[in-house]
DNA sequence: CGGTATCCTCCTCGATACTG
DNA sequence: CAGTATCGAGGAGGATACCG
C-alpha cells in the first residue's frame, strides 16, 4: 500500500487470457467507419440508410452495409425494416453502442486537440530524415 | 435554448474542415498495433526493441518496425539508438504518446467490461440468421 | 541486436450492375 | 429506397534472407 507513486491510471492491466479476447474486441472495434458511424448515431439519433450515406459522403454503399451489419452483429445497433413501399430502414445505437461511443469519444478529443501537434512532429521528422 | 433534453455528452462536433483531418487522424491512430503498442509502452516504460516484439508475441517484426516509426514519425514516441556493441535502442512515450494513451484507456476499459455482451449479442444475431 | 529488402498472398475496398 | 452480386486493383501483412 505505499510505494506506489504513479496512482494517474485507472487502466491497469489484467488476465492474459482475457486480454487476448479484448485485444481481438478492440481490433474490431477500432476501425475509422465504425467510429464515425458511432459518432453519427450517437450526434443525429435514429438515421436511414440514405441519411447516413449522406452523412458519410466518403464511403462506399458496400462498406457501409457492411460496417452496419457488423455493428448490429456485435450488438452496437439496431436495424428496423419498416415494410412499406418504397422500403425504409433505420438504424438506431443500443445502449452498448451508445457506451462504446462515449468510450470513443475521449479519442476523438484528443485527436483534435492534437492534430497540429501530430502534424508539427511529422513535418520535423521528415526533414531530419532528409537530413540523414 | 429549450427542448435540448440531453446535456449527457460533450462531444460535441466541430468545424467540417477539421472534422476530415481529424477523421483523417482517428484513421492512423485507430490501429489494433498502435493501441497495443501504446499500451505497452504507458505500461512497462522504456523498452528496446526486442522486450516490444516479446510481450506482443502475434506482431511480426516487419509490423513492429513500422508500426514504430510510424508512431515516431507522429510524435508520439522516441527512439534512442545506443552506439554499442551489439546495438540497443530504447523506445519510451512522448508526452503526446501518454495523453493518447490515456484517451484509449476507456476504450480498453470498454472493451473488458462489455466482451461478453458483444460475444452474446453475436450468437443471438448469428442464429436469428440461421432461423431466417 | 535491430533492423532492411524482397517476394508473395490474402483480403479489403471501390466500381459497377442488378433486384425486391 | 436499400440493398445484393460480382469483378478487379491495391495495399496490408507474413515469411524469408541478408546486413551493420
Not at 504513479?6 to 478492440?26: F, G, M, Q, S, Y
Not at 470513443?104 to 521528422?125: D, I, S, Y
Request: negative net charge.
Amino acid at each position: 500500500m505505499a510505494a506506489r507513486p504513479a496512482p494517474e491510471k485507472n487502466c491497469e492491466h489484467i488476465d492474459p487470457r482475457v486480454e487476448a479476447l479484448v485485444t481481438d474486441l478492440i481490433g474490431r472495434v477500432a476501425d475509422k467507419w465504425t467510429m464515425i458511424l458511432l459518432e453519427i448515431l450517437e450526434e443525429k439519433g435514429t438515421q436511414r440508410f440514405t441519411q447516413i450515406a449522406r452523412a458519410v459522403p466518403d464511403i462506399s454503399q458496400k462498406m457501409l452495409t457492411q460496417t452496419l451489419r457488423r455493428m448490429e452483429r456485435d450488438g452496437m445497433l439496431t436495424r428496423t425494416v419498416h415494410p412499406v413501399v418504397p422500403p425504409r430502414v433505420d438504424y438506431a445505437l443500443t445502449p452498448l453502442g451508445e457506451t462504446l461511443s462515449e468510450a470513443f469519444c475521449g479519442v476523438w478529443m484528443w485527436a483534435e486537440a492534437n492534430l497540429e501537434r501530430v502534424e508539427h512532429a511529422r513535418e520535423e521528422f521528415d526533414a531530419r530524415q532528409v537530413a540523414v
